[in-house]
């Protein structure tokens, strides 16, 4: 396989669920490279129906109670990822609102990019979101999908053999 390929799939490979951070900040090039990943990620109808407040610092710390992993006290920084379903694509068919779709392609991308940079992240989904709208003063008609923890992770990430179904499990082709 050719190098750059190669390298690609390897930095794909070694993204894990971080839970223990370094001490160390995320520096502001990485983050402002990251926060554009965010932007350009695709949404349904490009209706871009969300938000990201990153937390750090002072903020991070009146958030640090919502969380019940010291590792995610102890990250220097996060993302919370917020869903906008009034301005979301509905599919006519079934009504469904793909406001959470676009949310989760988004920051699945930027957690790829952060894996580049080096670092390392944890989404977070068992929070209590009431209390996360309520410290971060978010609108009543916005969901929090996701809190997204990111830091310099603790130990190196490698590519390593994953708890995972065999394809022939989830892969079916042409048909069920
Ligand atoms: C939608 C979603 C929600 C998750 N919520 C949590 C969470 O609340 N707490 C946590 O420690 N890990 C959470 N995780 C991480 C998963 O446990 C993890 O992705 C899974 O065990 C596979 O491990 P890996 O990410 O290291 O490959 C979440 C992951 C996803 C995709």
Request: net charge negative.
């Amino acid at each position: 396989m050719e190098k750059d390929l190669q390298r690609f799939y390897e930095l794909y490979m070694r993204r894990k669920s971080v839970r223990r951070f370094l001490d160390k900040d995320i520096e502001e090039d990485k983050l402002e490279r990251l926060l554009n990943i965010l932007r350009r990620a695709q949404s349904a109808a490009n209706c871009q129906p969300w938000h990201f407040i990153v937390v750090r610092g002072e903020d991070k710390e009146r958030l640090n109670p919502v969380f019940t992993t010291r590792g995610f006290v102890d990250a220097p920084l996060c993302i919370v990822a917020c869903a906008e379903p009034s301005k979301a694509w509905v599919r006519k068919a079934d009504r469904v609102n793909y406001a959470w779709v676009d949310v989760t392609i988004a920051v699945t991308e930027m957690i790829g990019a952060a894996t580049a940079e080096g670092l390392g992240t944890c989404w977070v989904a068992a929070i209590e979101p009431t209390g996360v709208k309520e410290i971060l003063s978010i609108p009543a008609d916005i969901d929090v999908v996701a809190i997204i923890v990111m830091g310099y992770p603790e130990e190196e990430l490698k590519v390593e053999e994953k708890d995972r179904k065999p394809l022939t499990e989830i892969i079916h082709w042409g048909r069920w």
